[in-house]
């Protein structure tokens, strides 16, 4: 009955390694999806300094994207307040007019020059409205990148966090391992001499088997953990300068 069990769990194993294989292969670009060769020990990920400064989150491409949105939005509200002032253009009326001579002699240049000038404030309160429109934007934007250098912060101290619940699982695990291993020693040594049944020694055996696996998905959080908690810093890539042991 183990047996077969643990058969059906190869088989989704399996499974779940082809999906897996696909997905890298879409991720690196390639359409025929083939299937590439893995290596056999995992990569070396080191664990990014603590002591880094906070600045360095700031190349994080969402707050970077957010910082552009705020510059975007003031730049927006600056064109919409500079929209109140009265602007002409004397050299455009002029060449206008002197197309037609006679417009010359039956229109004010005066009178032409105040409307283009009073033009802005029959519109005022339209323009006001939108400069007050762009400010809030500009506002919004501003607490937008608040609230998202606040969830990036959170995000970092998450992943310390992890780190460190990690390495204490670990190190509790090493130690559990290391008593499963004495006990399997222990009764097949007992096995041996005919003291203990076979049973005893498959469940010991077992036991130590379950640490193992235990250990190395400990192993794979931490080295996943490291990953994201350099994307979370905004380093894109993190140095392989050792693994977690």
């Known amino acids: 009955s183990a047996a077969e069990r643990t058969a059906a769990e190869i088989a989704s194993k399996q499974q779940l390694l082809a999906e897996s294989e696909r997905r890298l292969a879409q991720l690196m ?27 360095i989150m700031t190349r994080r491409p969402d707050l970077q994207a957010a910082l552009q949105r705020i510059q ?14 009265p602007s002409f253009n004397l050299a455009a009326s002029w060449s206008k007019a002197s197309n037609r001579p006679s417009r010359l ?20 309160g339209a323009l006001r409205a939108q400069a007050a429109s762009a ?4 506002e919004r934007a501003l607490w937008a990148y608040r609230e998202r250098l606040l969830a990036a912060t959170v995000e970092v101290e998450d992943k310390l966090g992890q780190e ?30 005919g003291l203990s049944t076979i049973f005893d020694l498959l469940i010991a055996q077992q036991n130590a088997f379950n640490l193992e696996i235990e250990l190395l998905q400990n192993r794979f959080q931490r080295l996943t953990n490291r990953i994201d908690l350099a994307l979370a810093l905004g380093l894109g890539e993190s140095s392989a300068a050792g693994d977690p042991q």
């Open 29 to 55: 670009g390639d359409p025929l999806l083939k299937k590439r060769s893995l290596p056999e020990t995992l990569p070396q990920v080191s664990l990014t300094l603590a002591e880094m400064p906070a600045a």
């Open 164 to 193: 460190h619940s990690l390495a204490q699982q670990k190190r509790h695990l090493a130690q559990a391992l290391k008593h499963a291993t004495t006990t399997h020693d222990y009764y097949r040594q007992r096995y041996r001499q």
């Open 105 to 124: 002699l039956s229109s004010d240049p005066l009178w032409s020059l105040l409307g283009n000038l009073s033009a802005p404030l029959f519109q005022g």
């Open 72 to 85: 975007a939005a003031d730049s927006q509200a600056n064109v919409a307040y500079k929209n109140l002032l």
């Open 135 to 138: 400010q809030f934007s500009a």
